[in-house]
């Protein structure tokens, strides 16, 4: 099983887990309850907020707010980022199609970057980004999974390696913690 030993910008909350759990929303998001529920059940480490069809910081602060009061970083997809949410998120995530140099103006704010990846490329791009999802492991939403065996790759380029995609059963996550990857996203799997 992999362990996280890399160093994040100062200020950071310890994880408590040695395999990382990251939450990413569903669009249209979920309601405080439901992400209370999911919070309380799983405790992941990190929850970012995604609605790819916008919303106003009024909306999104509640749902910051309330990852954060139960003890988890709250995420901000780039697509909903605002510079009012800067105080009340640990962290961005940038796409695939995301300028790298969003990197080092995230760090600049003493903020936690994970950057989406789904090719060496892409891995190669976000070489300064704190954690890289990389995706689809397994099959989801009629995309065909690269599999757990190219993470040992991915994990030559960039060490911390979040699997993500098709994560849906406890036994897709135990074959995952068997890879190089320190942790697994999901949109599904919390929501089951």
Not at 83 to 112: M, W
Not at 147 to 171: D, K, M, N, Y
Request: proline share 8%; glycine share 6%; net charge positive.
């Amino acid at each position: 099983m992999s362990t996280f030993t890399g160093q994040l910008p100062d200020k950071k909350r310890l994880f408590k887990s040695p395999f990382l759990s990251y939450f990413i929303t569903p669009t249209p998001p979920i309601s405080l309850e439901k992400l209370t529920q999911i919070l309380v059940c799983y405790s992941p480490n990190f929850v970012c907020y995604r609605n790819l069809n916008g919303t106003t910081p009024s909306q999104i602060r509640p749902f910051l707010e309330k990852v954060k009061e139960l003890n988890s970083s709250p995420i901000l997809h780039y697509r909903n980022w605002v510079p009012a949410l800067l105080p009340f998120i640990d962290g961005i995530h940038l796409p695939s199609t995301a300028d790298p140099q969003l990197v080092d103006r995230f760090h600049f704010y003493n903020k936690i970057v994970i950057a989406s990846t789904h090719t060496l490329e892409e891995v190669k791009k976000f070489k300064n980004a704190d954690f890289i999802t990389f995706s689809p492991i397994f099959d989801s939403k009629g995309r065909k999974g690269v599999g757990v065996e190219v993470l040992e790759e991915v994990a030559q380029l960039h060490p911390r390696v979040i699997g993500l995609g098709g994560i849906t059963s406890l036994e897709k996550l135990q074959l995952l913690q068997q890879s190089p990857a320190i942790g697994f996203a999901s949109i599904r799997y919390f929501l089951r």
